[in-house]
């Protein structure tokens, strides 16, 4: 089936400091979706990507939907200590489904 | 009350109890959904609903018995549970086909069976 890739798996970054983080696949997918998962809550939507080569910002992240529509990837800049958490994309394959496939996460800590 | 509510934040069962986890979105969705979340591993689906109707099931054992009574609330029954379905459980509403069907999530419930 369908699966999803993310790079790195966990990094270590000094406050201040800018962030890249990607999402993979084998398949095409439609929609790229980037959560933010902080300990003991649900994930929360950071951006949300519906054409290939768009590119979106919320803030101090950017998020781009690759135009080969296998990948995405998801910039934060500055980054502060509020930003550790596990970042989680999500794809999904045709328009209108409501099933979407999730990757493992990457796992972001913030030095002070 | 806003967006997608989870009850209870924490449950501790045994394998041979009955339990019922509880969903609720003030989103005005029509689409719901439970995942499963494992240490270190994807979100895994578990339940679709869409208008009430179950539209996935993705051979997610008997023990786990969804049920939604209208579109603002989902649960999850849970019985004679094992260990390794210890996890946290979340709930997630949408609003398909329009507004880009974007999930959004609750807390969650964090699940131990003992």
């Known amino acids: 089936g369908q699966q999803l890739n993310q790079s790195p798996q966990s990094m270590f970054i000094q406050e201040g400091e800018d962030v890249s983080m990607n999402c993979t696949s084998s398949?095409?997918?439609?929609?790229w979706l980037w959560y933010k998962q902080d300990p003991g809550e649900g994930p929360v939507l950071l951006i949300a990507l519906y054409k290939a080569g768009e590119l979106t910002s919320n803030g101090r992240l950017t998020a781009q939907f690759g135009i080969t529509r296998k990948d995405s990837f998801l910039n934060i800049s500055a980054s502060i200590p509020s930003d550790v958490g596990i970042y989680f994309c999500?794809?999904?394959?045709?328009?209108?489904?409501?099933?979407?496939?999730f990757g493992p996460g990457t796992r972001l800590s913030v030095l002070p | 009350e806003t967006g997608v509510t989870q009850t209870p934040r924490h449950l501790v069962m045994g394998m041979t109890n009955k339990k019922s986890l509880k969903c609720e979105q003030h989103?005005?969705?029509?689409?719901m959904y439970w995942y499963k979340q494992s240490a270190k591993k994807p979100l895994e689906l578990m339940f679709v609903y869409s208008l009430e109707e179950r539209v996935e099931n993705n051979s997610v054992p008997s023990r786990f018995s969804p049920e939604c009574p209208n579109s603002s609330h989902l649960f999850l029954h849970l019985h004679t549970l094992q260990p390794e379905d210890s996890a946290l459980y979340l709930c997630a509403s949408s609003q398909p086909p329009l507004g880009g069907n974007e999930q959004f999530f609750g807390p969650g419930t964090r699940l131990t069976v003992l």
């Open positions: 989103l005005g969705h029509n689409a």
């Open positions: 398949s095409i997918f439609n929609t």
């Open positions: 999500a794809g999904r394959i045709d328009n209108y489904g409501q099933n979407f496939v």
